[in-house]
């Protein structure tokens, strides 16, 4: 019977079969099934404990009580006619279901994310994974039987707590409709994080390091966005990736306001375009809910083609302009409300900030995702010019480096700079103050000129470091996030002097007070990118010459071979 339980997937998917095979086993389940009941029952213990206990020699407040009278957010215990305490037993129920979904949640997606990049190493560590590729099965095949396989033992966990989890929901008074919705939540989490975790480890090719910045990210993220609450600015974007969320509506439809903790935030602040995403949990979970799926959408595009070619680019530059304008699309909405309190224009320009902050990021993981490997380009420059034309356009330099994966990225990156600087122009024009426009465009126009420069620069790298380009590459990231850091370090020796930031994607920071000195910093940009252009050309120049022509160069060859070169002339 157990047989043919596990034999039945493999129907539908030979790989998830595999991982089933591997992890169910009879040890494996005992041991899961013990921690989730032992779990549960210790959750369950430690709320009882925390009940209060009957005293003779005064008062006793509880947050568990029900009495009128409270005292620094406690409520004063009423005893019985019997001498017990009346505790509200729904309050009490709603603990353990936050718990049990706090739990639940970082269990599952902490854990699931460690179980995937510890799976992926292992296989790309035994080489095993070539075998799957030589299969007949599908990539997409594969990575779905990897993400319903291998956490299989924490799901098994995670369905042993619902009985637990469903009853204290409904003891709480709790709609089972929305906790059902908070099922639903969770399960697209679970897609993307796990999504996000394979992808993750199929670039970095160290386990160490890929587990515990994934692991950490996670944890850090869940708790930030626990704690906070929707502030009406871009950052309400960040709080659709998390499923805790939708906790205080589930909180709220208990109806028990006394406590504080359990009313929600400021929903009204919570709009995308105007629409209020947070005005009820319908609207709220619908919001998630396509959050997660379109993100996931483009997670799997690059999974498809980073896992059967671990030499391919994440993305093509085709899929690059439609990210790009699914991404300005997501995050203008949450950029066109202006936070309660603040002036209108004051509020936009601190938008402003943050639109071109966030695009930072995009932008750099898009640089990264879209530069070919030094072999693509190589591939590409020595061969591109034996494919007859028979049309101007069809073969043209210029198509072939707006839409050829193995052409450099700078054009592509230029393309979706414009696509950006599209959505962007019109958002300045209609929420800034007129005042603020020229600046937010001289911002603008500086922000593109260094993203073009971390382009140049990153596919200089690409072609000229042919060890740990990845961490190479990683450097000139990080050092770009750090740069306010390092900034503010040195100012202290240089008061008074902002001209260094109209030379970083944080220009905004001093482009009101820097004057006369924007059009001098655009210039000597221009001046930069035109001769790191230059040398990009000829690092391209060089890869794309035969291998014939460079190994009998005069300029590569050792000082004896070039005599024997000379004699062979002579």
Known sequence: MKLNLIDAPGDWNPQLLRELKSKVTRSNVFIAGAISIL????????????LPIPSNKAVVFHRNCTGDRVYEGLRVCIVSNFGDLLISWQFWWLNLFISLTLV???????GGTYLLIHDLYTEQHRGTINFLLLSPQSPKTILIGKLLGVPSLLYFIAILAIPLHLKAGLAAQIPLHLILIFYAILIAGCGFFYSAALLFSLINSSFAMSAWLAIGGVLFFLWMTYFSSPTGTLIDWLFLFSPNQIIPYLSVATRLSFYPGLSMPALNAWRWFSLPIGANVLSLAGAIILNYSLWTYWVWQALQRRFPNPRQTLLSKRQSYFLIFCFQITILGFATFSTKGIPTHEGSWYDFQFLLD?????????????????QAVQDWARYRQLFPSKQLW???????????????AVLAILLNLAIASIFLINWLFLNLAMSDRVIGLLSLLVYCNFMLFCTIITQIIVLRITQKTVLWIAGLFIAIFMWPVIFNLVSRYFAGENLLWLFTPYAWEAIKSAQGSILLAIFVQWLILGLCTLSMLNDIKKAGESASKALFTPRNLSVKEKELVIDTKN
């Open 358 to 374: 966030f695009n930072l990021i995009m932008f750099l993981a898009l640089i990264a995702s879209i530069t070919p490997s030094r």
């Open 104 to 110: 639940g949640t970082f269990a599952l997606l902490v």
């Open 39 to 50: 779990g549960q029952t210790l959750l369950y213990m430690m709320l009882q404990f925390q």
């Open 394 to 408: 069809q073969f043209s330099l210029i198509k072939d480096l707006m839409w050829k994966e193995k052409s450099p």
